[in-house]
């Protein structure tokens, strides 16, 4: 009963120390202002590029189509239909009165477009023009076959109805590419989450047990408190901390979500959680806890190591160059999650809460693959909390220099 009082005393010093800290406050801050920027871009775009004028172009169509449904002016273009004096446009491109001039023509029976500026187009002014005359060329090869409004409406609103049949009677079926689609975008979210409060915790965890040791109160704290109870209580408080600062961005997100843009993220949201499984939510949410207590219990031996608080960082640098790499490899597999690497990192324990989740959302895979991934992390787990706590004991008190290995060395030396 001793042990758990001083344990939750620990725990909530801890906890109450740094929820309140500066460094704490600034961070959360930031990711939600980094959260905030994604979500409402498009006005702050707007709010700096709101006094460009329109784009003016004038659209000269020298076919017998009719084109002008195609060019609908919006806040970036505005399109100035039917006109014909290309001399008289010309001029005022020059003059800086007109943006551009597009001209129709038909060669051949296909459609030919003849963009003039003076001053080049912006980028994705650009791209938006050549992706309406590309419409404009389907449209006019339609209206070339004498077809019915009714005929050509079908030929261009025609869609391929797509089903996928498994000739493998032993398995589940695939998923669709709405559920590898969704599955896909919530991994990166987990991998993102993963990585942000790795970077951020592990050096928190590290950094306070370096403090402790280096100042010396580590010696007079461990005189009434057992060095697995300090271990432990670290541990918990760092976890209970990220926990508390990963519940309020889901928070601020949801609220967002929720009222901002008419509830078009909420919607969209909705949508993609309604493609998954109550087991990839599972399966997400472990990997994603697993993953940062496993960092956690790293970096509470790391800061077990330090002789002070300086050193952190060179003790920190291989499992944040892992993290790193690990989140370098999850971005790869945006294009094809099946490739080797992807699997192979998806069983590393230290990169597996980034990948598996993507493996499993995003690819079709048997219940077996993340179950093994699961049980590898655990057993990883399992394995450096029982070492990191033994080990722990005899580091917390020892005081040398050197790298990562030499430090480990110098322990296992004086305490064997």
């Not at 189509?65 to 002016?73: E, I, K, N, P, Y």
């Not at 080049?120 to 209206?143: H, M, R, T």
């Not at 942000?196 to 109160?217: N, P, Q, V, Y």
Request: proline content about 2%; glycine content about 6%; aromatic content about 8%.
């Amino acid at each position: 009963m001793a042990t758990l009082s001083k344990f939750n005393l620990l725990m909530k010093q801890l906890y109450t120390s740094k929820i309140k800290s500066k460094s704490f406050v600034v961070m959360t801050c930031i990711y939600i202002l980094g959260m905030s920027v994604a979500v409402f871009w498009s006005d702050i775009k707007e709010l700096f590029t709101g006094d460009d004028q329109a784009q003016q172009i004038a659209i000269v169509n020298e076919t017998t189509a009719d084109l002008s449904g195609l060019f609908v002016s919006n806040g970036d273009m505005e399109f100035i239909q039917n006109e014909s004096n290309i001399t008289e446009l010309e001029k005022k491109v020059k003059d800086e009165k007109l943006d551009a001039i597009v001209k129709i023509t038909d060669q051949d029976g296909q459609l030919h477009a003849e963009i003039a500026t003076f001053t080049p187009l912006k980028l994705n002014d650009q791209g938006a023009i050549n992706s309406i005359l590309q419409l404009a060329g389907q449209n006019y090869a339609v209206q070339q076959l004498s077809l019915t409004p009714d005929q050509a409406a079908q030929i261009m609103d025609a869609k391929t109805i797509i089903t996928d049949k498994n000739l493998n009677t032993e398995s589940t079926g695939g998923k669709s590419e709405e559920e590898k689609q969704s599955g896909q975008f919530v991994s990166y979210a987990v991998g993102i989450l993963i990585y942000f409060f790795i970077s951020t915790f592990l050096s928190m965890i590290t950094t306070e047990i370096a403090t402790e040791k280096g100042s010396r109160a580590m010696e007079m704290l461990l005189v009434s408190v057992k060095p697995a109870t300090h271990f432990k209580a670290k541990i918990a408080g760092v976890l209970l901390l990220a926990l508390t600062q990963m519940s309020m961005i889901i928070v601020v997100f949801l609220i967002y979500a929720k009222f901002a843009k008419n509830g078009v993220i909420w919607d969209m949201a909705a949508s993609i959680v309604s493609e998954l499984s109550i087991g990839y939510v599972i399966y997400a949410v472990l990997f994603l806890l697993l993953t940062i207590i496993l960092y956690l219990i790293v970096g509470a031996l790391f800061g077990s190591l330090v002789s002070k608080v300086e050193e952190a960082g060179q003790v920190l640098m291989p499992a944040m160059m892992i993290t790193l790499i690990g989140f370098y490899v999850m971005l790869s597999g945006m294009g094809n999650p099946d490739t080797l690497i992807i699997k192979i990192f998806s069983y590393i324990p230290f990169t597996s809460g980034m990948i598996m989740p993507m493996r499993i959302g995003a690819t079709d895979i048997g219940v077996m693959v993340p179950l093994l991934s699961l049980g590898i992390l655990i057993a990883t787990i399992i394995v450096a909390y029982l070492f990191s706590i033994s080990f722990y004991k005899r580091s917390v008190l020892t005081y040398s220099s050197g790298g990562v290995i030499k430090k480990i060395k110098t322990v296992l030396k004086v305490t064997t």
